[in-house]
């Protein structure tokens, strides 16, 4: 029996069940879920090892990677950015980055590359993995770069160029890199553990990635998978794992404790409330969270419904049955949502990773069952 620590209150006691269930069935090394209901932290379970070797222990200091839930707070930030009336979501994204009007991108709109109709989801011709830990380098060969499609006729998931996009037109109307920006703005007036781009003052709370044994089902493979993740440079290499934990990329390089993250998505499902704060307007969260395109992505194998750099849930559910819920998925299973119908938030972190691509069970049973005690 795996030893649980934190809290579960006696409606979500088949959260708690779930939850020891995936350890029982040798699912997790480390884990921890919560789960935040009009602005207050209802349910916080953690177990597990931080290490592969299990000589320390998966506490409520751990901090786990979150690779593409990341795009979650890229998404908040530039809303907040909308908010502001420092950008529109219509706008171009080559009004504030005029480089990007190169080879016939001139009219692609924020609202479009926040989600995934630009047409640049990797890149199709070799160059050295270790670019991607170089900003100005990567945002070069982006705005040089001519679309994989027509943009806006279908949405292609962008899996690390998103946050470069995201990052470089926030870059450019705020002054401050994103990771900056939330360590200013939440990680130090509320507390809020999440990262883009860790301090190496934080390495030793870093949870010990233990790989999946297998590649994701990526379906029929086209050229647009092929660019967003199946080549040798689609994802970083060829420098010090230190360097890229440091290194600012708001759509992949997140690090986050479940709390920390339920806690901001749960004020996107309470009309933009922090801790008394209103972070994001009403309107702003449901334009956000509106549908950009819906349809089957020429990247992931599924259909799927983009908000302005957030999931939707329909039409694969993964977070539940709430119609208006959005949130974001990582690579390995972790995962956020926030449900503006039932002012309910969630956040999964682990560091044992799985293979789907999207609604990975471990955290979809958790949820399934918090929904089941409402």
Known sequence: MVDISGFAPPRFAQVKDAFAANFAAGEELGARFTLVEAGEVVLDLWA???????????????LACIFSTTKALAALLVARQVDAGKLAYDQPVASVWPEFAEAGKAAITLEQALSHQGGLPGFPDPMEPSLWAEWDAISRKLAAMGPMWPPGTASGYHPITFG??????????????MGDALRE????????DLWIGLPESEFDRLAELQRPSALPDFGEVNDATRAAFLTPWASVGGIPAAQWRKTQVPSANGYATAEALARLMGALADDGWLEGEQILSPALIEEMARERIRGQDLVLPFEMSWGAGVMRNAPNHPWGPGPR??????WGGSCAFADPDRRL????????QGTALMGDLRPRRLIEAAYAGL
């Open 48 to 62: 597990g090892h931080a290490d592969r070797k299990r000589t320390r222990p998966f506490d409520e200091r751990t």
């Open 164 to 177: 470069f996009l995201a990052g470089e037109v926030f870059r450019r109307t705020d002054g401050r890199m």
């Open 185 to 192: 703005d939440f990680h130090d007036p509320f507390g809020l």
């Open 325 to 330: 819920t959005f949130g974001h998925s990582g």
């Open 345 to 352: 938030a969630g956040a999964y972190v682990m560091n044992k």
